[in-house]
């Protein structure tokens, strides 16, 4: 039986989890309970686990389970490459700096298709319903004309439209007050979007 500071932090994780699809970080939990310290999550998290209410991976942060997500419709953990640049491109980690757990039917993909999550931050993409603030799932494959996708350009990288005209492909943002990106040297898509995490709202289909 869990006390009720256990369920308290167990109710905490599972509206994160509904709400954004990210299990918070241990410093996450601290702030939002306000624990003197980390050590005070890392305690209430082993002591979940012990209870078999969470299930938690060695050395990882925020890869925790819950087994009620076991009953749903599989579960895919993605890695977090932080944030992605919807305006100017910029240049991004390669080192994931989290994980973000999808239902693989909401999204349409299953276990094993290299997939990916990224950070929004901007507002190039408004008109095409991304907000900054969204995680985008994006699928590694070859674009077709008029996906949305995060794309290296020139060595950086941004989410824009992928347009190809004349043979040529260029980046369109879904903001009018934001240039065509035409490569001078190269353009290469990374991953294709296929559906987005609202901050705090659900679920987007791409």
Known sequence: MLTARQ????????????QTGVMPSTRE???????????????????LEKKG????????????????MLNREPVIDLPLYGQIAAGMPETI?????????????SFG???????????????SMIDAHIMDGDTAILEAREPRNGDIVASLIDGETTLKRYLVKNGTP???????????????????????LIGLLRGRQGIARA
């Open 7 to 18: 369920q308290e932090i167990l109710d905490y994780l599972t509206a994160q989890m509904h």
């Open 29 to 47: 939990i601290q702030q939002h309970f306000r624990f003197a310290s980390q050590t005070a999550s890392i305690n209430h998290l082993k002591a």
């Open 53 to 68: 209410a969470i299930q938690r991976m060695a050395g990882k942060a925020r890869a925790v389970s819950l087994p009620s």
């Open 93 to 105: 980690d390669q080192e994931p700096e989290s994980r973000v757990a999808i239902d693989a039917a």
């Open 109 to 123: 993909v299953k276990p094993g298709v290299p997939s990916f999550a990224l950070k929004v931050r901007g507002d």
């Open 170 to 192: 260029f980046l369109h943002a879904e903001n009018s007050r934001y240039p065509d990106l035409i490569p001078c040297n190269e353009l290469v898509a990374q991953g294709v």
